[in-house]
């Protein structure tokens, strides 16, 4: 399957359509008539064996982990049961992470995708010069027809400016990811047009409720009330994205907005003064050696002095803030998550579960029974409502407990020549290229 890119919906590809048997069993119904590049009839054997091979898989199994067993019914038809009942199946299994690929021929030569991949979409592999590019052609016999353009040239060029400077010469047609401050100039050049979209990434504050002061609630209250979200977006990022609510962006499934929190510094005094601490106190906010989250962290540190909170801000290197932060070794950390799945389940199991503290990403150590209650009512059951309700509690929940601060929502970017037509943002960051064609 995968998401459509505007409605976040799972939409039919390889699989035409599907049931759920029990909370426990998915059918697939494979689509016929599809093949390979190379030829191969793809059926039910490829996928079966795609995603036993994701399963065992050390870099993606974490994605389908929650099967346990795969069954072919027929030539077409496929039976999923999962471990316990699972409410993110279906958005876990369009994550393009656990592709479908030829079973023969991947079977004869396990690392043989590394450099002459074969799949079934609508571009096939011609070749590839390691940090260069890789070219590839229309395949004309994918089930949804033909793509509009022929031949595709994907560049890789790490240097953000250096994108920009291509686009502007006619060198690229498209370019992802426009550096903040080529955005302007992107957007007032009249042979380009600037694209935007929300991403799926939040970045946030994490308090750690392991250490006073910020196990006392009206602390880390006060702290979300003396940050200008708005005014963080519109200066140390450029007016680009959107200032945060929950940690979840707002095209993730199970997103529920109980409203940006208020700026009120007078406020947050007034909470500071109730939970004892009327003259402030000093704390640490650490962050990664990323330069515009250094500069965030410091915009930060400023409103809380304001408040009376001394915040020194300490720089490490990722291995180091992550391994530090993992011990609980933080006040505060300033942190970025990717709901990749655009499922609430994603970021919430992970980020609030209290069996999830520490490395696999509850770094505010938040061990809350009505949190986990409702966490695993929205990963357990595949009922659309029981799951909407959920989500909706847990963000009135976590808006109360304030266990983190959200900041920040990053909007994706992408810069095209004006003659480029039929180009969609996703906000996962893997745009569909099948519809785009460029007018002469």
Known sequence: MDTNPTTGEVVPQIAEKWEVVSPTSYRFFIRKGLTFHNGEALDADDVKFSLDRAIASGSVSYIVDFIKEVKIEDQYTVLVTTKAPYGPTLRNLAVPFAAIVPKDYVSANQDILKTKPVGSGPYKFVSWTQNDNAKLEAYDQYYNGAPKTKNLIIKVIPEASQRTIALETGELDIVYDVLVSDLKRVKENKNLVLLEAPSLTCFYISFNMRKPPFDNQKVRQAINMAIDRQLLVDTVNSGTGAAADEIIAPAV????????????????????????????????????????????????????????????????????????????????????????????????????HSSQQGAPGNRSFIADPEVDRLVMLGRTSADTKVRDAAYKDLAIRLKEIANNAPILYTAITAGTNKKVEGFVLDPIGYHRLETVKVSK
């Not at 529920?256 to 906010?285: C, D, H, I, M, R």
């Not at 801000?313 to 932060?325: A, H, L, N, W």
Request: hydrophobic share 35%; proline share 2%.
């Open 253 to 352: 499934y199970g997103y529920y907005s109980t409203g940006v929190w208020e700026y009120n510094p007078t406020k947050a005094k007034q909470l500071l003064a109730e939970a004892g601490y009327p003259n402030g106190f000093n704390a640490t906010l650490w962050v990664n050696n990323n330069q515009s989250r250094v500069e965030m962290c410091q915009a930060i540190q400023e409103m809380l002095r304001e408040i009376g909170i001394t915040v020194k801000v300490e720089v490490m290197e990722f291995g180091t803030f992550i391994s530090r932060t993992t011990a609980g070794e933080h006040d505060m950390g300033y942190f970025g998550w990717v709901t990749s799945t655009k499922d609430a389940d994603y970021s919430y199991y992970s980020l609030l």
